[in-house]
């Protein structure tokens, strides 16, 4: 079995309220931030998946057997301040933010022996994946940048989903695969518009500034990808959506895996891309049955660009 571990400076307690047929309220509590997320679906998808991230409080205590329950390892590192935790109301078809604790800023002391922990343990992964913090100043960018270095010199595939300038350090650092949104690299200004000839273009630029392969996920429109100095488009099957949220972290889920795996490239974007766009007809955030994902697979095709 391929083994991962997913690094996460800010795991979440979350609460979504959803309406049942008959007009009654519904509470849903589960772990959640990016991390979470892209571990609920890489174990989904078969992958023994571990988390390496702090847990603490009343909401810490909540939130670890919440994550075992989803056949997630949690690597704890014990705080003495509470996770992040929220509160969204989804009764009205859209997500209504009721309450939001932020999480906090990891101590020196706590921050080093996370870091410690995600190295120590990546070494003897397949995969290591780096989640974003959810939350501003949780840790500084440079802790991206020493933790991708550090595993790739010893040769383990390092995994991005990231923005502004944690993806920037991440990069810096070297990376097996950067998966990032259109919509980031316009808002980073590292693309001139949503014209695929300027994403690819962004995609060459962060492959020069240290990532070997790069995925760009465009909503609704085929994903791109380079892989290596080969350019490609994604066509995947188009579904009435539920519910978009989730979908770019199974996705990246999804390639993790595939690399874990040992699945070429083509492979492993295929197999990210049935992840995400199966994902986009669930409620649930980066969820999905590994059987159907295996069964889509069959109708997502590479197009050479």
Not at 56 to 66: D, N
Request: proline share 6%.
């Amino acid at each position: 079995m391929a083994t991962a571990v997913v690094f996460t400076p800010s795991p979440l307690l979350t609460v979504t309220i959803e309406a049942q047929p008959d007009g009654t309220a519904e509470l849903h509590v589960h772990g959640g931030g990016q991390g979470v997320w892209i571990a609920r679906m890489m174990s989904s998808l078969g992958c023994e998946t571990r988390l390496a991230g702090p847990f603490g409080g009343e909401s810490g205590e909540v939130l670890q057997p919440l994550i075992e329950r989803e056949g997630i390892v949690p690597l704890a590192v014990p705080v003495p301040y509470p996770n992040g935790a929220y509160v969204h109301d989804r009764r009205e078809g859209e997500r209504s933010v009721v309450a939001t604790h932020n999480p906090p800023t990891l101590e020196r002391h706590d921050h080093d022996q996370l870091y410690d922990l995600a190295l120590i343990e990546g070494l003897a992964a397949d995969v290591v994946v780096l989640g974003g913090p959810d939350g501003e100043h949780v840790v500084e960018p440079d802790t991206y940048r020493r933790l991708a270095a550090d595993l790739s010199a010893q040769n383990v595939p390092v995994v991005v989903d990231l923005s502004g300038d944690y993806l920037e350090a991440a990069v810096s650092g070297g990376v097996h695969l950067v998966k990032v949104s259109h919509e980031e690299l316009l808002n980073d200004g590292r693309a001139r518009s949503d014209d695929p000839d300027h994403l690819i273009e962004a995609a060459a630029k962060l492959r020069e500034a240290g990532a070997a392969n790069v995925v760009v996920s465009r909503a609704g429109e085929p994903a791109l990808a380079l892989l290596g100095d080969r350019a490609v488009s994604v066509q995947t099957p188009t579904f009435q959506r539920a519910d978009h949220r989730g979908a770019g972290d199974s996705m990246t889920a999804g390639l993790a895996v595939g690399t874990a795996s040992g699945l070429d490239l083509d492979q492993a974007l295929i197999l990210g891309a049935a992840a995400g766009t199966l994902n986009t007809t669930r409620h649930g955030l980066a969820t999905g049955e590994r059987e159907l994902i295996e069964r889509l697979r069959e109708r997502v095709t590479l197009q050479d660009l």
